[in-house]
């Protein structure tokens, strides 16, 4: 398993759910969907559909973005 993975995968565990911006101000991961697709493919399940997010952006824009919540191994 490769390192981002294992940081996704720890961090769910611990918190339960990750967005994007968590993933790339925790990890600098900027491709969170295809880690979790990865991890998908692993075993691991998250809540369908994934949730999505409705809020406004640092520049006051409003804007949506993905929260990915863990379940387990399947």
Known sequence: MS???E???AYVRT???ITHREAED??????LAAVIWDLK???????EPTKIIKGVNK????CTWA????????
Do not use: M
């Not at 493919?41 to 809540?47: I, K, N, R, S």
């Open 3 to 5: 390192t981002q993975k």
């Open 26 to 31: 925790t990890y600098a991961i900027t491709r």
């Open 41 to 47: 493919d692993l075993g691991h399940q998250f809540v």
């Open 15 to 17: 918190n339960g759910t």
């Open 59 to 62: 520049f006051g824009t409003k």
């Open 67 to 74: 929260k990915y919540e863990y379940i387990g191994r399947a």
């Open 7 to 9: 940081q996704v995968l």
